[in-house]
């Protein structure tokens, strides 16, 4: 946490800002955002108990300004669960100040809490200030493996 912005974990009432973000997130990655049936399967998911996934946000004078999506993962070969990223976004005037360093920090502690084995996540080959954030963090980038998606 710090002065300039909180850091709280996501509630189905931040759903909304969430989407905002991640449409913002979306015209930076060239790819096309969540419609507004997304959206409203994003939130009804939110709300799930248990929910698919979990979310971690950044407020900033009483706005979201930044969101981090995450979910379960397993390891078979560790034996141990682990958190995947799926999204992680701070808004363009909210940069610079932390946020994405204290969510991936959060990250971890989690991961440390529910004995995960890892945190793992992508990201775009050509996203340069996010790459140097990682390796500034000393994560391990994955050169070996090749990312694959079916779409269903």
């Known amino acids: 946490m710090s002065a300039l912005y909180t850091?709280?974990?996501?509630?189905a009432n931040d759903a909304a800002?969430?989407?905002?973000l991640c449409r913002l997130l979306a015209e930076f990655e060239r790819l096309p955002g969540p419609d507004?049936?997304?959206?409203?399967?994003?939130?009804?998911?939110l709300a799930r108990s248990p929910a698919p996934c979990e979310?971690?946000?950044?407020?900033?004078?009483?706005?979201?300004?930044?969101?981090?999506?995450?979910?379960?993962?397993?390891?078979?070969?560790?034996?141990?669960?682990?958190?995947?990223?799926?999204?992680?976004?701070?808004h363009p005037r909210a940069r610079r100040l932390g946020i994405a360093h204290a969510m991936l920090d959060r990250l971890v502690e989690l991961g440390r809490e529910r004995g995960c084995a890892r945190l793992e996540w992508q990201v775009l080959r050509w996203n340069e200030g996010a790459i140097r954030?990682?390796?500034?963090l000393s994560a391990h980038r994955q050169d070996d493996w090749?990312?694959?998606?079916l779409d269903l």
């Open 146 to 149: 090749v990312g694959y998606r």
């Open 7 to 11: 850091l709280r974990a996501a509630t």
């Open 36 to 45: 507004d049936a997304a959206a409203a399967r994003f939130a009804d998911d």
């Open 133 to 136: 954030l990682y390796e500034h």
């Open 55 to 90: 979310a971690l946000v950044a407020e900033q004078d009483g706005a979201v300004v930044a969101y981090a999506v995450f979910f379960a993962s397993y390891s078979t070969f560790r034996a141990r669960p682990g958190i995947y990223l799926e999204d992680l976004f701070v």
């Open 17 to 20: 800002a969430i989407v905002l």
